[in-house]
C-alpha cells in the first residue's frame, strides 16, 4: 500500500512540475486531438509523426503527459488510445487510478514503433522517454 501511495505522489509531483511550464492557456481536451494540430474534427486520428499514448485499465483512470511541448492532462474509462500529436524531446507520461485495483499498462508509439511501455500489477504507469 506505501508503494501505490508513493507511485501516486511521483505521479503528482511530475504532474505539477508540467504545469509550471505551460504557456497553453487552453482547457485540456481529451478528445485526442492535439491544440496545435489542423485536425478539428475532435477525432483521434494521426500521421505516422504522431506520438500516441495507450493505456490499457478495465475501469476509470487519469493522467498526465508532460515534456517540452507543455502539459496536458489526460482521463479515460477503460482501454484507451490518445494522440499527443507530433512532438519531440523528453516526454513523461504518468497514468494512475484511485478507484480500484488491479493492472495497468501504458504504450507510448510513433508510427507504429514502440518508443517505451510499461505494465503494472497495480493501477499505476510511467514512461519517460526522447521522442
Do not use: H
Not at 41 to 48: P, R
Not at 50 to 55: I, L, S
Not at 69 to 83: A, H, I, P, R
Request: proline fraction near 2%; aromatic fraction near 4%; glycine fraction near 14%.
Amino acid at each position: 500500500m506505501l508503494q501505490i501511495g508513493l507511485v501516486v505522489l511521483v505521479c503528482c509531483i511530475v504532474a505539477l512540475s508540467g504545469c509550471t511550464t505551460n504557456n497553453d492557456t487552453s482547457s485540456s481536451d481529451t478528445s485526442g486531438s492535439d491544440a496545435s494540430s489542423s485536425n478539428d474534427s475532435g477525432t483521434n486520428a494521426s500521421n505516422s509523426d504522431d506520438v500516441m499514448v495507450t493505456v490499457n485499465y478495465d475501469g476509470n483512470w487519469g493522467g498526465s503527459a508532460s515534456g517540452e511541448f507543455g502539459y496536458k492532462g489526460l482521463s479515460g474509462n477503460g482501454d484507451q488510445t490518445v494522440n499527443l500529436g507530433n512532438i519531440s524531446g523528453t516526454l513523461t507520461v504518468s497514468t494512475w487510478t484511485t478507484e480500484g485495483s488491479g493492472p495497468m499498462s501504458l504504450k507510448v508509439t510513433r508510427g507504429g514503433e514502440t518508443l517505451g511501455e510499461e505494465s503494472n500489477s497495480y493501477p499505476s504507469a510511467t514512461v519517460t522517454i526522447t521522442v
